[in-house]
């Protein structure tokens, strides 16, 4: 089969957010950009993001971005780089101005401004009283959000491959990245994209999980592609499980429930979150809540909801007018799904994979890094922005609404990066070896040859069994090791599972397919880096290891994955802000 | 736990071995508690994997699972199974050209929603900040901004389907009224400019399919008459 080679000035693999805030960055710059989706792009699950985005504007007290920062550090539990965090914190206001003047229907305060409201983790004056930072558009930010970036990117006239699917990246052989290798879902086709930047904003992977608040699409493509390529990646024991999806469901119920007044009830009616955090109570951090909620259930104090045992989050003391005006998607998702209007009854909820901190490691200009003979090295030609990315300002631990704001700080930077190095020819064309091309290809091959083995349907359910009995809220070596055992003796397995669909035309089984070799590595990635990090921290919560160990583990753990095993390294971790005063470790107390 | 059988009548097109579509049934027993349409399907996918259909976020908001769904258009995410008659009968929206089984082919409707210009026009100096919009300035944008281009609404209107390529269509419509009901939009002569003539709003005839169908609820046939009215002070 001949084999087409698109080839443009940069490429971006996933319209989402990030994506899409680089691309537009791109095209207005006027150099040929080109968007590799598989999906249409407002159907990417930035559309899901509720609450909003955290940015210092001050719209509701006086505010700074050093607060943004402060509690960002420590929300991070410390292995957030300072660098990073004090950039994203720093430009998030010009880039949140950006949107608006892009259109994005921010819901507005009485004099006009921006509406922000409380979430989880904030304060002012470094640990002060409970700030309001997030703006928002009523509960619905992400889909406002990804609307205005792709209608502007349309207005940009971005180049755009509609359900399109990222197979591979092209190695060059001077050792970087010369594009990818992608299959047109309606065709079959596939194709060449050939670029001097490969931007991979391919999102997260939360489908590793069985409960999860993510959308079937979000399969780790960006981060399996760097794992074959040979490159680290960075972190990813560091899952967040959101306190609050639908039980039995997973579907995410926002963080801006309890910012606007919800709380959480235990069977006994009991509001426990006093007890956990009596400062902040149920505005503590997204971890800290999860494990309140998941001890909870332990201790016998949960219900029983959808088959799942669960607590009950309350907002009906909110009044129908604020709930229809702030959180009318909330009401809709829990009417739907919990078969509860919150404006009378509770919302069964429990703690739902939602987030993958780690990811590709980047500079904060999104420049991937590998890492050799203790030293980083930027990969010529690749970038990494969003979730998929690991910059690293979420460390071990999100706080709630800074995803949207590395979203669009970092999809910005990289856009601005690529751009002035494409001007300034820092980006060479580099040479495509030939090999490299059937290299990227074997994975279908495989996939279109297996005809005889196990379902992969059955490898997928046993992947996702594992993870979440082994590697959830709370993880203790002695059944982590046999999960990685499982999950290496799985990896076997998947080499010759067979898939019972062998069209060309709108094969998305043989999509799953190859999704589940990404789901696969990320999940051995996971299972190694949380097993080497022998110590609690964030969301890394070991009943082996229950304290913090900074001495030893204020680093990033790095992991390379081979056919055979993979293998760890670490990276320090960057404590040195820009311009700041560094913010040093202590207890995180909410 | 009690189970029950659950009975579907599914259309099936596959253009690399199927001369003509055909509806084909299938049926499985599930535990009697509730169950989305998706996770039906999804299900039926597991029994027979080459059956096809688009999904992602599954709660309601990317807007991927628009099908036809016992004669009537919807998302399968937010259908619950216990409402619908059985067997189910599940086809792809009407009114597009089907790629394979539930999946056709956008590109019209996408068309239609690219020719009103669907971003904020102001070629105003953009000020440091934001620019204010106030709390009942940014109220007649609710109703608006949440589609999800499901594409529900216009396969089910008789006048997107007798011509696809004039009129605009509920979607577009409903877009095009949401920029011109925004208080930082300046464009408003140039936009309704370009949909003034007999079809690319005027070949609405009010019948109201959109307003049925919208799983966001939202009201197209409204946002119409508005531009409508728009129109006709305009020529006043």
């Known amino acids: ?590 | 736990m009690t189970t029950k059988t659950y009975r579907f009548s599914i259309y099936r097109y596959n253009p690399e071995c199927d001369v003509e579509p055909y509806m084909q049934d299938f049926s499985f027993e599930a535990p009697s508690t509730d169950m989305m349409l998706l996770d039906a399907i999804e299900h039926i996918k597991v029994q027979d994997e080459t059956l096809t259909f688009r999904r992602s976020c599954r709660e309601g908001v990317c807007g991927s699972d628009g099908m036809n769904i016992n004669g009537k258009n919807g998302l399968a995410c937010m259908t619950h199974v216990s409402g619908l008659k059985q067997p189910i009968v599940i086809r792809p929206l009407p009114g597009f050209p089907v790629v394979r089984d539930l999946v056709v082919d956008m590109t019209q409707f996408y068309k239609q929603y690219e020719s009103i210009q669907p971003y904020l026009l102001n070629d105003t100096i953009a000020p440091a900040v934001e620019r204010l919009q106030s709390p009942k300035d940014r109220a007649k944008l609710d109703g608006l901004y949440e589609c999800i281009l499901c594409a529900c609404c216009s396969s089910s209107c008789p006048s997107f389907w007798w011509n696809p390529d004039k009129f605009v269509g509920p979607a577009g419509l409903l877009w095009a009224y949401r920029f011109l009901a925004d208080s930082r939009d300046n464009a408003t002569q140039a936009r309704l400019g370009a949909l003034d003539d007999p079809y690319s709003v005027f070949r609405c005839r009010s019948i109201m399919n959109c307003v049925q169908v919208c799983p966001k609820s939202l009201n197209p046939t409204k946002a119409i008459g508005k531009i409508r009215s728009m129109l006709l002070k305009e020529a006043v």
């Open chain 1, 1 to 590: 089969m001949a084999i087409n080679t698109y080839e443009f000035d940069a490429i971006i693999v996933g319209g989402g957010g990030a994506g899409m805030r680089a691309s537009l960055q791109l095209a207005n710059s006027g150099l040929k950009t080109a968007v590799i989706s598989k999906v249409f792009p407002t159907r990417s699950h930035t559309v899901c993001a509720q609450g909003g985005i955290t940015v210092a504007l001050g719209n509701m007290h006086p505010d700074d971005w050093r607060f943004h920062m402060y509690d960002t550090v420590k929300g991070s539990d410390y292995i957030g780089d300072q660098d990073c965090i004090e950039y994203m914190c720093q430009q998030a206001p010009a880039a949140v101005y950006e949107l608006e003047h892009m259109g994005l229907p921010f819901s507005r305060t009485a004099s006009g401004h921006i509406y922000q409201r409380p979430f989880g983790g904030q304060s002012v004056n470094f640990g002060g009283d409970q700030a309001a930072r997030t703006a928002a558009a009523a509960d619905r930010t992400g889909h406002a959000l990804l609307h205005t970036l792709y209608q502007k990117n349309l207005q940009a006239k971005t180049h755009f491959f509609t359900e399109w699917y990222a197979l591979d990246l092209i190695k060059s052989t001077e050792g970087g990245i010369a594009g990818l290798m992608a299959m047109c879902i309606e065709t079959g086709e596939i194709a060449h994209f050939k670029s001097r930047a490969t931007i991979l904003a391919t999102g997260g992977a939360g489908r590793i999980y069985e409960s999860t608040t993510n959308a079937f699409i979000n399969t780790g493509d960006g981060v399996g592609m760097v794992i074959r390529a040979g490159f680290p990646v960075q972190d990813m024991e560091m899952w967040q499980f959101h306190p609050t999806g639908i039980a039995g469901v997973g579907v995410l119920v926002t963080e801006g429930c309890r910012g606007e007044g919800g709380y959480l009830v235990n069977k006994n009616g009991e509001r426990f979150m006093e007890r956990y955090a009596p400062h902040v109570k149920d505005l503590a951090c997204r971890d800290v809540v999860a494990r309140s909620i998941a001890i909870e259930i332990r201790e016998g104090r949960g219900v029983k909801a959808n088959g799942v045992d669960a607590v009950l989050l309350k907002i009906d003391q909110l009044g129908a007018d604020v709930i229809n005006s702030r959180l009318p998607g909330i009401r809709e998702l829990a009417i739907t799904f919990a078969h509860v209007d919150p404006i009378k009854d509770p919302i069964p909820v429990v703690p739902t994979c939602h987030y993958m901190m780690g990811g590709i490691p980047t500079t904060m200009h999104g420049q991937a890094l590998t890492r050799i003979n203790d030293q980083d090295h930027i990969i010529p030609g690749l970038y990494a922005v969003g979730e998929c990315a690991c910059v690293s300002v979420h460390g071990a631990n999100r706080l709630g609404g800074n995803s949207l704001t590395d979203l669009i700080v970092f999809g910005r930077a990289a856009g601005i990066h690529v751009e002035n190095a494409l001007k300034k020819g820092d980006l060479p064309q580099q040479t495509v070896d030939e090999s490299q091309i059937d290299q990227a290809l074997v994975r279908v091959n495989r996939w279109n040859n297996n005809k005889d083995g196990e379902s992969f349907h059955t490898i997928r359910d046993e992947l996702k069994k594992i993870m979440q009995s082994d590697f959830g809220v709370f993880r203790d070596g002695q059944y982590m090791q046999p999960g990685l055992d499982k999950l290496d003796a799985l990896y076997a397995r998947l080499q010759n599972a067979k898939i019972n669909d062998h069209s060309e035309v709108f094969n998305t089984t043989r999509i799953e397919a190859l999704e589940l070799d990404n789901l696969m590595a990320v999940a051995r990635a996971t299972a190694l880096s949380a097993i080497t990090r022998t110590e609690t921290r964030g969301a890394h919560s070991r009943e082996d290891f229950p304290d913090h160990d900074d001495v030893n583990w204020i680093k990033h753990t790095l992991y390379f994955g081979t056919e055979g095993k993979g293998s760890i390294d670490f990276r320090p971790v960057n404590r040195q802000p820009l311009t700041v005063e560094p913010f040093q470790p202590k207890a995180r107390v909410y």
